[in-house]
Nanobody, 122 residues
Framework: QVQLVESGGGLVQAGDSLRLSCAAS????????MGWFRQAPGKEREFVAD????????YYTDSVKGRFTISRDNAKNTMYLQMNSLKPEDTAVYYC???????????????WGQGTQVTVSS
């Protein structure tokens, strides 16, 4: 088992930045591939980015490439999502997730956090 807790969400204006954090406990954090998903009102939860166990490989959905950066600190059992140049369409609840291997699909992840709200005003 692993417990995941997101933090860092909030209300910002378009063009601003936010950094989300995902703190893990209960299992060896470095043994998991980690991902970020988001869910906007009335929409399906969608993949945003993921990072492999060592942090050497990352993958992004096209809509956030060049604006978002995923990273992890295995010594601190924490993953991050730096979000720059935020747009109103980035408004969603952001979830962190832990899985065995790289995946852009929800079933690829075994553990999920409760989510943190990000709201971007125009």
């Amino acid at each position: 088992q692993v417990q995941l807790v997101e933090s860092g969400g909030g209300l910002v204006q378009a063009g601003d930045s936010l950094r989300l954090s995902c703190a893990a406990s209960g299992h060896t954090f470095s043994s998991f591939n980690m991902g970020w998903f988001r869910q906007a009102p009335g929409k399906e939860r969608e993949f945003v980015a993921d990072i492999n166990r060592s942090g050497s490989n990352t993958y992004y959905t096209d809509s956030v490439k060049g604006r978002f950066t995923i990273s992890r600190d295995n010594a601190k059992n924490t993953m991050y999502l730096q979000m720059n140049s935020l747009k109103p369409e980035d408004t969603a609840v952001y979830y962190c997730a832990a899985g065995k291997v790289h995946s852009v699909m929800r079933p690829g992840y075994n553990y999920w956090g409760q989510g943190t709200q990000v709201t971007v005003s125009s």
